[in-house]
């Protein structure tokens, strides 16, 4: 009797213990499906983004030079074509319809046709003249006729551009004080520039050029012009145009307006200041559409000045004849 009493106690715990043990297998029961279902989506979700990077790395044309250059310091996010326009872009703004504008005429057009021998003599006459062309930065405080400058910049707005949108502003700058600010906003990022962004490889390509990030020119040239390009225009009803290859239809003007400006007699050096864009975009109060692409002090040369003894690449070594 006494056995059976003590008995009765330990077979209550034991159920007790019995019972706990199938709550916690019938919890982890409820669980396990739980875990497994987010272990998968974690693996699934690593899966995906190494097979992503494993293609990124591995893309037709994008070796690891590519790669590596897509993330140098020194890129200037002014200086990318943003010719395409996304579609929030578009919902961003009001953008005109192509639609909307009138049909364009079309008109005859005969410009003159030279006989063989005045072509052959044009065509060498124009090559001797370009290729005395050189970048000059020794720039004579001579002034020069505002309308030669003028008519130099009309000439480069003759360029071709995508859907004709010419989206180029050509910014000419004569005030001392302008230019000098300009020289304070250009030296102060080239500084930077020469001793980070660029890195050595760069700098050492550039050494036996003598350049660095003092830019005299830009007090001492009489004018300055700076080329901006307009990544989208701005029609009068305030709607939004695409400006289409708006990069390269600028870069085209540009090499028509060195081209104008070696045929008055004039120098220049072309410059891509890195990131001062958005300083010089608000100092000369331009829009935001607008981004700065080129820098050019223009004038004479100065009487003692000098440049680098360069050579350049005969025709067969950049030209293919097929």
């Known amino acids: 009797m006494a056995t059976s009493c003590l008995a009765s106690p330990l077979m209550e715990e034991g159920e007790e213990e019995d019972i706990g043990l199938e709550a916690v297998m019938a919890l982890l029961s409820v669980i396990t499906p739980v875990l497994a279902v987010v272990l998968c989506l974690v693996i699934g979700f690593m899966l995906v983004r190494s097979r992503e990077t494993e293609t990124t790395s591995t893309a037709p044309g994008k070796t690891e030079g590519a790669k590596k250059a897509d993330f140098r310091p020194w890129v200037d996010q002014d200086l990318q074509d943003d010719t395409e326009i996304t579609a929030k872009e578009e919902e961003d703004g009001d953008w005109a319809d192509s639609h909307e504008e009138e049909d364009l005429l079309h008109v005859p057009y005969s410009p003159p046709r030279y006989p063989e021998e005045t072509m052959l003599q044009r065509s060498k006459d124009l090559y001797t003249l370009m ?10 405080p001579e002034p020069v006729p505002r ?26 700058v004569s005030d001392p004080d302008t230019k000098h600010q300009i020289r304070q906003i250009v030296e102060e990022e080239e500084e930077v520039n020469y001793r980070q962004r660029m890195g050595d490889k760069w700098v050492n390509d550039l050494a036996k050029l003598k350049t660095n990030w003092i830019k005299d020119y830009l007090d001492v040239a009489p004018y300055l012009v700076l080329v901006f390009k307009q990544t989208y225009g701005i029609l009068p009803n305030d709607k939004k145009r695409t400006h289409y290859y708006n990069e390269i239809s600028v870069s085209i003007s540009c090499g028509i307006l060195l081209a104008a400006l070696q045929n008055v007699g004039l120098v220049t050096v072309t410059s891509t200041p890195l990131n001062c864009g958005p300083q010089l975009r608000i100092l000369l109060k331009r829009p935001a559409n607008e981004k700065l692409l080129m820098l050019l002090p223009v004038g004479y040369p100065a009487s003692d000045a000098t440049v ?4 350049r690449k005969p025709l067969d070594d950049i030209m293919v004849h097929i």
Do not use: C, M, Y
């Open 131 to 140: 290729n005395q062309r050189r970048s000059v930065r020794f720039i004579s």
């Open 147 to 172: 309308e030669v400058i003028d008519n130099v910049i009309h000439t480069a707005g003759t360029a071709p551009s995508g859907a004709h949108t010419e989206p180029w502003t050509f910014v000419v």
């Open 308 to 311: 680098p003894d360069l050579k």
